[in-house]
């Protein structure tokens, strides 16, 4: 019955490859985020997407691509996957501002 | 200057002390203030949040925020080594109806000894 649910948990890959990360909410929330932790364990906002429309965008390479095809789901496809890509990805979504955090994407790219 | 600074530690206290933690932050415009806690190998866990100048309490945790000074902090009471993790304080720019992008800071590392 997890809220915020995200697969898959383990992602390792080869440089180069393409992957897509799926999130999926079942609180009924409006927003949901991207969100990318580092090695150091700095977490920062990616994207944010509140009923489908993308109303955050930050400072992201435009290998990473949001898709969100309906409220409840936020997907995240990288291409050409480097290595400084190798982080923890989480997923997140708000009602009103108090967010909820899935569980997290182990990234490793090889 | 980052936007959300924390001190990393680790910070050592020993069971049944009072944990502080302390974050500042630099755009006064900030309006909801909150902190999570993180289990090594987890996700963020919301503990408490504030919104107004003061003190705020929930069993034992105390929040405090002070605008002015723009510095926020986290009070843990009768710490227990399950409160061992990494807290992490983040703010917003948006007030409590608003969705906004959450900034976060590094995170203090609390290591709770019995």
């Known amino acids: 019955d997890t809220a915020v649910s995200q697969t898959p948990k383990y992602l390792v890959t080869q440089m180069g490859n393409d992957k897509s990360i799926k999130c999926e909410q079942n609180?009924?929330?409006?927003?949901m985020y991207w969100y990318k932790q580092d090695s150091k364990k700095f977490l920062k906002i990616m994207f944010s997407?509140?009923?489908?429309?993308?109303?955050i965008n930050e400072t992201v390479p435009n290998r990473f691509s949001p898709k969100s095809p309906d409220k409840a789901h936020l997907n995240l496809h990288i291409n050409s996957l480097e290595l400084g890509d190798s982080a923890v990805y989480f997923c997140?979504?708000?009602?009103?501002?108090?967010?909820?955090f899935g569980a997290g994407t182990r990234l490793s790219v090889l | 200057q980052k936007e959300v600074e924390q001190n990393s530690g680790p910070l050592s206290v020993p069971e049944g002390a009072i944990a502080s933690l302390n974050c500042t932050y630099s755009?006064?415009?900030?309006?909801?203030f909150f902190w999570y806690r993180q289990y090594s190998g987890k996700s963020p866990e919301l503990i408490m949040f504030i919104y107004s100048n003061g003190d705020k309490e929930d069993g034992r945790f105390t929040a405090q925020l002070n605008k002015a000074s723009q510095y926020v902090s986290l009070l843990i009471r009768d710490s227990q080594p399950s409160d061992s993790a990494t807290y992490l304080c983040a703010v917003n720019r948006q007030g409590s109806s608003n969705t906004g992008k959450l900034i976060f800071g590094q995170g203090t590392t609390l290591q709770v000894k019995p």
């Open positions: 609180l009924g929330h409006d927003t």
């Open positions: 997407y509140n009923n489908k429309e993308l109303i």
């Open positions: 997140a979504s708000s009602s009103k501002n108090i967010q909820y």
């Open positions: 755009d006064r415009g900030s309006q909801s």
